[in-house]
């Protein structure tokens, strides 16, 4: 039998996720109204999103692909 080596556990301390983006955080980086990003998202148009509890939030690596597909 090959010898294979376990990696060790990773924890939720040791892994840095960017901070998410909240809905205003997205409205001034694209320069629309708020009310445009729940617009798109009931049309699903817009960048995606995640609900938390009551909450959106964005990750700015999907913002940024979802821009990026604008302009192509």
Same mark, same amino acid.
């Given at each position: 039998?090959?010898?294979v080596k376990m990696s060790e556990p !990773?924890?939720?301390a040791? !892994?840095?996720a960017a901070p998410l983006w909240r809905v205003t955080d997205v409205s001034a980086f694209l320069g629309v109204p708020v009310a445009t990003l729940y617009q798109w998202r009931?049309?699903?148009t817009g960048p995606k999103a995640y609900? #938390?509890?009551k909450? #959106?939030?964005y990750r700015q690596a999907d913002v940024e692909a979802?821009?990026?597909d604008q302009v192509a």
């Open positions: 039998m090959p010898d !990773v924890s939720a040791s !892994v840095e009931h049309n699903g609900r #938390l509890g909450h #959106l939030r979802w821009l990026a």
